[in-house]
């Protein structure tokens, strides 16, 4: 019986050390989160990253980092354009647009274009 006892805590503290080495935060509010960022999907057109960053920078989000002089102007291209703003948009609205991103939990940030 004893022994039963220890090898279910034994398993049970595996399952919680396994949980617990997930990249997470805690956020303000104490919540558990799990660190995920909306990038550009593989696949993803050019005219619907561009429809979406026309949309996004002229309703949604703040355009200015990936504007010439910007911290993610460099490299100046569509993918990379669409994906830094992407993210943006997904950490203003909680949703990362299916038609053009997924979810990442590689942060992309890259020299100094840092994701939020």
């Known amino acids: 019986m004893k022994l039963s006892l220890l090898m279910?805590?034994?398993?049970?503290g595996l399952v919680i050390s396994c949980v617990a080495a997930e990249t997470s935060t805690i956020s303000n509010a104490g919540i558990h989160q799990s660190k995920q960022w909306c990038v550009l999907a593989p696949g993803a057109r050019d005219p619907q990253m561009q429809a979406f960053l026309n949309t996004a920078c002229s309703q949604l989000v703040d355009c200015q980092a990936i504007r010439p002089g910007g911290s993610c102007y460099q490299p100046n291209t569509l993918q990379n354009h669409a994906s830094y703003i992407l993210n943006l948009s997904y950490r203003r609205n909680g949703q990362c647009d299916k038609a053009i991103g997924t979810i990442s939990v590689s942060d992309p940030s890259f020299g100094k274009c840092q994701y939020p």
């Open 8 to 12: 279910a805590m034994f398993q049970l």
